[in-house]
């Protein structure tokens, strides 16, 4: 089993950057898919991006060309580089793994999350 923990989420303005980190606690992230999800309030958990063990990547339409996925397997650690914030980005992102390869938006497909880390974007 594989625990995702979060870090590097905070407080910035519109316009700014962030990296947000997902390091595997228990086994390694190597054989897993992995993905980022974030949550508003009042609002359903909703797809951000996601990477295959073999780097292919999956972006939702919101974040395209704004946010890049990535991973270290060396340091068995995903990222999620957020550049160009909006005021509609903020909330609390959350890590999660998958069993097998195939990426994909569907939250019931992935096995393990996070506890998740908050982003606040001001206007």
Do not use: H
């Amino acid at each position: 089993q594989v625990q995702p923990v979060e870090s590097g989420g905070g407080l910035v303005q519109a316009g700014g950057s962030l990296r947000l980190s997902c390091a595997a606690s228990g086994r390694t992230f190597s054989s897993y898919a992995m993905g980022w999800f974030r949550q508003a309030p009042e609002k359903e958990r909703e797809f951000v991006a996601a990477i295959s063990w073999s780097g292919n990547t999956f972006y939702a339409d919101s974040v395209v060309g704004r946010f890049t996925i990535s991973r270290d397997g060396a340091k068995n650690t995903v990222y999620l580089q957020m550049n160009s914030l909006k005021p509609e980005d903020t909330a609390v992102y959350y890590c999660a793994a998958k069993v097998g390869n195939a990426l994909t938006a569907l939250r019931s497909e992935y096995n393990y999350w996070g506890q998740g880390t908050q982003v606040t974007v001001s206007s």
